[in-house]
């Protein structure tokens, strides 16, 4: 068992940058999972935003979300990070941070899940 804990989330306005962490605990972080974020905004359906590989060595991103948001990861903190800039309003959705073996756009690659965390950017 893997649980994740989002933060970082908060209320910024267009143009701000936040950056959002995924503490992971359990299960040995560096045990192989490729980590994810999506999001899902009010009305909308759960959509992927970036993902890395275990090793790091591998990313993926959303096209709305390239060149503005950037993934990483820390296996000896057991952290996962999105550093998101130029936040714009199509932004504002709950953030949540997966874990898992797969694809890494896919949502069922995911086994284990976070609470969430709010992003709101006002315009």
């Known amino acids: 068992q893997v649980q994740l804990v989002e933060s970082g989330g908060g209320l910024v306005q267009a143009g701000g940058s936040l950056r959002l962490s995924c503490a992971a605990s359990g299960r040995t972080f560096s045990s192989r999972y490729d980590m994810g974020w999506f999001r899902q905004a009010p009305g909308k359906e759960r959509e992927f935003v970036a993902a890395?590989?275990?090793?790091?060595?591998?990313?993926d991103y959303a096209n709305s979300v390239k060149g503005r948001f950037t993934i990483s990861r820390d296996n000896a903190k057991n952290t996962l990070y999105l550093q998101m800039n130029s936040l714009n309003p199509e932004d504002t959705a709950v953030y949540t941070c997966?874990?898992?073996?797969?694809?890494?756009?896919?949502?069922?690659?995911?086994?284990?899940w976070g609470q969430g965390t709010q992003v709101t950017v006002s315009s």
């Open positions: 890395i590989s275990w090793s790091a060595g591998s990313t």
């Open positions: 997966g874990a898992g073996w797969g694809p890494l756009r896919a949502v069922n690659t995911y086994h284990y």
